[in-house]
């Protein structure tokens, strides 16, 4: 089963940037679409933005041209890069990994915007 670590959460004030980091181990990477997903206690998790194996993406209405989603295989690691950040995308954010026969889930990271 494919093992991923998310990094790069904290504290941000609102119109900063964060940048997410998940890396895979003990797969192939690249035989995986790759999601982001993030859930505030409380409420269902949502799907945050999505890149396939061919690297097109995929955002949720609220951070389209906030967020970029990127891959490097070569490097295990996915990316989502955070811009102008809101108080509403406080929430742990979850990295998500499907595969032809096996999917995985991070621990999460937790992300908290300040006004």
């Known amino acids: 089963q494919v093992q991923l670590v998310e990094s790069g959460g904290g504290l941000v004030q609102a119109g900063g940037s964060l940048r997410l980091s998940c890396a895979a181990s003990r797969t192939i990477f690249s035989d995986y679409t790759m999601s982001w997903y993030r859930q505030i206690p409380g409420e269902q998790r949502e799907l945050v933005a999505q890149?396939?194996?061919?690297?097109?993406?995929d955002y949720a209405d609220s951070v389209k041209g906030r967020f970029t989603i990127s891959r490097d295989n070569a490097k295990n690691t996915m990316y989502l890069q955070m811009n102008s950040l809101k108080p509403e995308d406080t929430a742990v954010y979850y990295c998500n990994a499907e595969g032809p026969h096996t999917s995985g889930w991070g621990q999460g990271t937790l992300v908290t915007v300040s006004s």
């Open positions: 890149i396939t194996r061919r690297g097109s993406t």
